[in-house]
């Protein structure tokens, strides 16, 4: 059975909140199965038709930025703090979290509640 949508983003915006803050708690390496199972997740969602205002666009994006931050070499002379990558990630925590409330909104109407 799938899970709903809000319950993926939700679980995407705090695993993007921990990257975002907590930087060099993972590597690449370490990124592992939590991960791929939300992107996976998030892509699969992408691809279906969407039943109402498609909800899945930031994160999307947010998907995009945690692979290039973690696939992503060290740049000469910078931080993690300073990857593009991660601010590409901060900036989009605020979208993702409008569209995990629309989507939460969406299944509640769905539900007739």
Same mark, same amino acid.
């Given at each position: 059975?799938i899970r709903p949508l809000s319950q993926t983003l939700n679980d995407l915006i705090g695993f993007? /909140?921990?990257? =975002?803050?907590?930087?060099?708690?993972?590597?690449?390496?370490?990124?592992? &199965?939590? *991960?791929?199972? $939300?992107?996976? /997740?998030?892509?699969?969602?992408?691809?279906?038709?969407?039943?109402? +205002?498609?909800?899945?666009?930031?994160?999307? +994006?947010? =998907?995009? &930025?945690?692979?290039? *931050?973690?696939?992503?070499?060290?740049?000469?002379? !910078?931080? !993690? $703090?300073? !990857? @593009?990558? $991660?601010?590409?990630?901060?900036?989009? %925590? @605020? $979208? %993702?979290? +409008?569209?995990?409330?629309?989507? *939460?909104?969406?299944?509640?109407? &769905?539900?007739?509640?």
């Amino acid at each position: 059975m799938i899970r709903p949508l809000s319950q993926t983003l939700n679980d995407l915006i705090g695993f993007a /909140e921990e990257t =975002v803050t907590r930087p060099n708690r993972y590597s690449g390496h370490a990124l592992g &199965a939590r *991960f791929g199972e $939300l992107a996976a /997740e998030i892509r699969g969602a992408d691809a279906r038709p969407a039943e109402a +205002v498609r909800t899945t666009r930031a994160a999307m +994006v947010m =998907v995009y &930025a945690l692979e290039g *931050f973690y696939a992503g070499e060290p740049e000469a002379g !910078s931080r !993690s $703090l300073e !990857s @593009p990558w $991660l601010m590409l990630a901060g900036a989009a %925590l @605020p $979208l %993702l979290r +409008v569209e995990a409330w629309i989507a *939460f909104n969406n299944e509640k109407a &769905a539900r007739g509640t």
